[in-house]
């Protein structure tokens, strides 16, 4: 017997018919190259989604067509977001920061009809043009008096479109697995591969990002994202804050500056934020710096990559911050797991407290996980067996865009490439990316665990962990050490740290100081990278 309940799509539109109803009043704000500071209201972007979906429609743009954005965090984006996946079009994001030769072939393999474009990526738009033949025209996401000279041809400017544009639209009522976003994965081997999320997909994450024991949002919020638009959809805030009604606030292209992150927060009354660990780093050192406070804001969702203790640490006794480790990827959309803990912290010892604390967290409703060894076998949750991480729910890609291997494995589990430990309570610890894993004598040694302690010295601004080739061994771990700005750090001291922190047999061979670690595209540490420059390295 079927259920007699109504079978109504889930789709992106009915956010903004939601928030345009309830939430008109609440605001956007955001930074852009035309303005220190834009603000409107919800009522106000949906009304110009509508001028902007007639825009596309007389550029030809049709259902099932893909627009790519080269864009930073602003409120020309989130309309673009809206507008395109709810006329049923397809938004591929792309990230700007990618190598010439990747961007190339996502915009290419993602069929891209048309690009919009911040005016500071026309230069690299220029040099792309002759790769890219199958593009019709380019609209630059600018008011007339600041568009770029350019040679790009069938140019557009984004205000001039709309402006004439009526603000009347009937959003199609589309089968809720149409395609809404392509984001594809920064892809450290081989190419990036395309992730294609779909309305249905976009809705259920939003449900799960806004849960109490999740971002916890509400009409009362102030959001600052900070995680970027162009990945994984800015981890579904934009789609999160419209449907509690939390006001959204946009850095544009300031993402890393810490000057104009901590004047966002105490002027537009933060409350919460979002983004990877290398932004707070730099906010922190800012506001060392500075001796500025944070003054409204109450909680951090930090992910991406393992968020060090050190800076939970400052941030709640120096700011009064909360700060939330959560895990997810590209292929999840991205939420697999927050840590919000189900004591309260202050009836915990402090160091129970701190090392539960720097785990990934649950799973949130809707991802089921599990570990597994080599062999598939599953593994018991008993906090101390490392396993392939392997996940499965609604948001969770089921296959990679045109590509020809399936990414599930027989029984519908997706190989999130992680390690982990899961205890008996459904904590979940990311160790490692599977292939970054140190093996040492058989066993595996987590680089992750290591970083984070060496990361607690007060000396160390940043460091990182890879595998060096050892006879005895097969691998050892090589510890590579960025120090604060004028401190003095000793091979010996930070080794000698370490003692106490991790098992014995851990402590890494050595450890050598370097100016800088190579950054990924998506902000994290490329280890692949740092392979390469210590292949001949030898202890
Ligand atoms: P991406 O698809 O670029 O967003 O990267 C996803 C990967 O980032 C995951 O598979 C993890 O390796 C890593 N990651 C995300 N969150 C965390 C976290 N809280 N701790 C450790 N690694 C993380």
């Not at 979002?274 to 506001?287: F, N, R, S």
């Not at 570990?371 to 008993?382: F, G, K, T």
Request: aromatic content about 8%; some cysteine.
């Amino acid at each position: 017997m079927l259920g007699l309940m109504m079978d109504s799509p889930l789709l992106i539109s009915s956010i903004m018919k939601h928030a345009e109803r309830l939430y008109g009043d609440s605001e956007i704000v955001s930074i852009t190259h035309d303005h220190a500071l834009h603000r409107y209201n919800y009522r106000q972007a949906f009304a110009r989604c509508r001028q902007l979906a007639n825009a596309m429609a007389e550029l030809g743009i049709q259902q099932g067509d893909v627009i790519g954005t080269l864009a930073w965090n602003d409120f020309r984006h989130f309309e673009l977001y809206y507008a395109s996946s709810c006329s049923g079009a397809v938004c591929h994001t792309i990230n700007p920061r990618l190598f010439a030769e990747q961007l190339e072939y996502i915009i290419n393999h993602a069929e891209d009809q048309w690009l919009f474009s911040d005016p500071m990526f026309v230069p690299l738009l220029e040099k792309l043009l002759p790769s890219i033949p199958n593009i019709k025209g380019f609209v630059i996401l600018s008011d007339e008096a600041h568009m770029p000279e350019t040679s790009l041809p069938n140019v557009y400017c984004y205000e001039t479109l709309l402006a004439k544009q009526s603000d009347k639209f009937d959003w199609p009522e589309l089968d809720e697995r149409t395609a809404s976003v392509i984001c594809y994965t920064s892809g450290t081997t081989g190419n990036p591969k395309g992730v294609v999320y779909n309305h249905r997909s976009t809705i259920l994450h939003a449900y799960a990002l806004i849960m109490p024991d999740a971002l916890c949002l509400s009409q009362r919020d102030s959001l600052l994202s900070v995680v970027p638009m162009f990945h994984v959809n800015a981890w579904g805030t934009p789609y999160a804050a419209p449907i509690t009604g939390a006001k959204l606030v946009l850095p544009g292209p300031h993402m890393a500056n810490g000057e104009s992150l901590t004047n966002l927060m105490n002027s537009e009354k933060v409350t919460i934020s979002a983004g990877v660990p290398t932004i707070w780093q730099a906010l922190l050192q800012y506001l060392r710096d500075s001796g500025r406070t944070l003054d409204t804001v109450k909680r951090l969702i930090v992910g991406g990559a393992a968020c060090p203790l050190s800076i939970m640490e400052e941030f709640e006794e120096h700011h009064n911050v909360y700060v939330h480790a959560a895990w997810g990827m590209t292929e999840m959309s991205p939420l697999g797991s927050v840590n919000t803990m189900k004591e309260d912290p202050a009836s915990l010892p402090v160091e129970v407290f701190s090392k539960q604390r720097l785990k990934a967290g649950r799973a949130v409703f809707g991802v089921e996980m599990k570990i597994v060894d080599d062999d598939n076998r599953e593994l018991p949750w008993d906090g101390e067996a490392f396993g392939s991480l392997k996940v499965r729910g609604p948001w969770v890609c089921s296959e990679y865009l045109k590509h020809d291997k399936p990414a599930l494995d027989n029984n519908g589990w997706f190989d999130t490439g992680d390690i982990a430990t899961i205890t008996h309570d459904g904590y979940m610890q990311i160790t490692d990316r599977s292939k970054d894993v140190i093996k040492s004598g058989g066993e595996w040694i987590s680089s992750i665990d290591l970083e984070n302690a060496a990361i607690g010295h007060p000396k160390v601004a940043q460091a990182a962990v890879i595998g060096v080739p050892d006879p005895k061994w097969t691998e050892r771990p090589l510890l590579l050490v960025v120090r604060q700005a004028g401190e003095e750090l000793s091979k010996e001291e930070i080794l000698g740290w370490l003692e106490g922190k991790v098992a014995s047999w851990w402590i890494p061979e050595d450890a050598v100081f370097v100016d800088e670690l190579p950054m990924t595209a998506t902000g994290k540490v490329s280890k692949k990278d740092l392979r390469q420059q210590f292949k001949e390295y030898s202890y």
